[in-house]
């Protein structure tokens, strides 16, 4: 992909995504500009649907994905998956990425600098799949879409048409089990915008 300069992308996500899918997954399969591909057993590009109408981001794969190169498969796939059906959404509604393609050494949280050499990737990946509705899962999602500006936690904001909203990342609900009726509050406060 080459070293991203300063902080505009746009004509780095704009010639990813004129050159289609194929080459956007190739992009993000060879890239080696950080630390995190050493590492890294496979890259993770997304699951789900190419024409969602809900798109799901988490934050980095952990080591179950890494294995298989699929996201959320581990633990708190599971609990995605919980809420994806709580949401009634079929398999063709939604897809999910994650803000970092390559796993950070011990599930640590991505770096700033990480985050930010991903980003033309994720960047891509929204403007191709073009959804109606983003859900951040978490904080480090929230950081890797919107940079400075601070979402309130189930609130959405529309941006060029598509509705954003941040919920809890699945993982919050194994560490934190009075977190669940909580996410289901934050989905239901929000059904509009998919339904």
């Known amino acids: 992909m080459g070293k991203v300069q300063g902080t505009d992308i746009s004509a780095l996500v704009e010639e990813m995504t ?44 952990g080591k179950t994905e890494d294995m298989t190169g699929i996201p959320f498969t581990g633990r708190a796939g599971k609990k995605l998956d919980e809420m994806i059906e709580y949401m009634s959404l079929a ?9 970092v393609k390559c796993r950070p050494p011990n599930n640590r949280k991505p770096l700033k600098g990480e985050i930010e050499m991903c980003r033309p990737f994720l960047m891509a990946q929204i403007k191709m799949l073009d959804p109606q509705v983003i859900i951040l899962l978490g904080n480090t999602a929230e950081e890797a879409f919107c940079r400075s500006k601070k979402l309130e936690w189930g609130i959405p904001k529309v941006s060029d ?3 954003i909203v941040k919920i809890y990342h699945p993982a ?24």
């Open 18 to 61: 004129n050159a289609g899918f194929g080459h956007l997954e190739e992009s993000i399969l060879q890239c080696s500009d950080c630390a995190l591909r050493e590492g890294a057993t496979n890259p993770v590009i997304m699951k789900g649907s190419r024409t969602p109408r809900v798109l799901f981001i988490g934050e980095a794969p």
């Open 91 to 99: 398999d063709d509604d939604y897809a999910v990425i994650n803000a």
């Open 161 to 163: 048409g598509i509705s």
């Open 172 to 195: 919050a609900m194994i560490y934190q089990r009075s977190r669940i009726e909580e996410q289901k509050a934050l989905i239901d406060k929000n059904r509009q915008l998919w339904e």
